[in-house]
């Protein structure tokens, strides 16, 4: 089955800083990837929605300065939070679907909990 | 604007004890609803996706069925290793690619 591999599963950064997630699909092509934002006990809230070649699309509210995407490939997508600051702090997810397997529904990484100390 | 209502919050059963999960939807046309278990500290696994009214999909102990206002997750004498959140999300038309997840359900089944 397909299989989307997020790394790094854990980071610590100190405020001011920047960190990289890299969200890969390891034995498919997605031309689209999503990024979730996960407080605890709460549901995905998307972010954006990642487009291989082309600019993110943002949901309502999510600064784009803040989180940048890039999706340079048809396998990686990366999310980098710059300047992070302590509200950042929350689980990141990300998603992708492989072209024509419906039946599969979308993938999701492992996640990566960002801790901004 | 796709709304996704889970309901109940929260489940506690004992081992062997059968229940249902709800998930009620508001959307412009379905193109498709799934059902997701997520583990703490995990990402979500995807369980099955339901296209149109009537379908119904099984895995297991688990049972996904449809109708045009909503979707149930039955779990037929579940185990300790079910217990975790439930989550149902619609993907819709007039939303691209783009999934709305309902808040879950967490489900603790007690040995």
């Known amino acids: 089955g397909a299989v989307v591999s997020q790394h790094p599963s854990r980071v610590i950064c100190k405020s001011g800083t920047s960190v990289k997630i890299e969200c890969r699909s390891l034995?498919?092509?997605?031309?689209?990837m999503f990024w979730y934002r996960q407080f605890p006990k709460k549901s995905l809230m998307l972010m954006a929605t990642?487009?291989?070649?082309?600019?993110?699309?943002?949901e309502q509210g999510v600064e784009k300065d803040k989180f940048l995407i890039n999706h340079a490939s048809l396998t990686l997508s990366t999310l980098t939070v710059t300047s992070a600051h302590p509200e950042d702090s929350s689980f990141y997810i990300c998603?992708?679907?492989?072209?024509?397997?419906?039946?599969?529904?979308?993938?999701f990484g492992s996640g990566t909990r960002l801790t901004v100390v | 604007e796709d709304q996704v209502t889970q309901s109940p919050e929260a489940l506690r059963l004992q081992e062997g004890e059968s229940s249902s999960l709800n998930c009620s939807y508001t959307?412009?046309?379905?193109?498709?609803l799934f059902w997701y278990r997520q583990d703490p500290g995990k990402g979500p696994e995807f369980l099955f996706t339901?296209?149109?009214a009537g379908e119904e999909k099984e895995k297991e102990r688990l049972k996904a069925t449809l109708t045009k206002k909503e979707s149930f997750l039955h779990i037929t004498a579940p185990k300790p290793e079910d217990s975790a959140t439930y989550l149902c999300?619609?993907?819709?038309?007039?939303?691209?690619?783009?999934?709305?997840f309902g808040e879950g359900t967490q489900l603790t089944v007690n040995p």
């Open positions: 998603s992708a679907r492989e072209v024509g397997q419906s039946n599969y529904g979308y993938t």
């Open positions: 034995d498919f092509q997605a031309t689209t």
């Open positions: 990642s487009n291989e070649g082309s600019k993110a699309t943002y």
């Open positions: 959307v412009s046309g379905l193109r498709g």
């Open positions: 339901l296209y149109s």
């Open positions: 999300a619609v993907q819709a038309p007039t939303s691209g690619s783009r999934l709305t």
